[in-house]
């Protein structure tokens, strides 16, 4: 499926979207769409910032740019 590049830069992100992006940088584990969500997922919660799925999507679209070995097979949608 072709999607249009998304609008949203690394500035646009809040602050838990950017911070799991980092920590993906640091941690090649996380490296793959399901760890970058649920590390959105927790920093948006530990800080009381609504989770917001397209914002969690925007921050796997950048490390899809930003990391030459990002996983995407696996997936992650939380409940919350």
Do not use: Q
């Not at 830069?9 to 399901?34: C, G, K, S």
């Not at 649920?38 to 530990?46: E, F, G, I, M």
């Amino acid at each position: 499926m072709n999607r249009p590049p998304l609008a949203v830069t690394f500035a646009d992100l809040p602050l838990y979207a950017r911070i799991a992006i980092e920590w993906a940088d640091a941690n090649v584990e996380y490296r793959n769409t399901a760890g970058v969500c649920r590390l959105c997922a927790a920093y948006a919660s530990s800080t009381g910032a609504p989770f917001d799925h397209a914002m969690a999507d925007a921050a796997v679209e950048i490390c899809k740019r930003r990391f030459w070995n990002f996983d995407t097979a696996e997936t992650f949608r939380s409940t919350t």
